[in-house]
């Protein structure tokens, strides 16, 4: 049962990137307000990564890739 929530997610992801490239070269309202929400959810997922990055003490990324010196 969760496989077909996780494809179904994937496959409203796919449409809704599929929205905005087709809202960009100018498609109908209905495209138009499709892409708008997939990018008002992004951002909205975005927001989340910060706040709990933030919260949990920030990113770890210290600079250094770890190889040696050539």
């Given amino acids: ?4 929530i996780l494809i179904g997610v994937l496959v409203l992801a796919v ?3 599929v ?4 809202a960009s070269r100018g498609g ?12 008002l959810g992004g951002e909205a997922v975005r927001a989340g990564q910060r706040r709990s990055r933030r919260r949990s003490g920030g990113d770890t990324y210290t600079g250094d890739y770890g190889g040696g010196s050539d």
């Fill in 1 to 4: 049962m969760i496989l077909y």
């Fill in 15 to 17: 449409l809704g990137c």
């Fill in 19 to 22: 929205c905005v490239v087709w």
């Fill in 28 to 39: 109908p309202r209905w495209v138009r307000a499709v892409a708008m929400v997939t990018l």
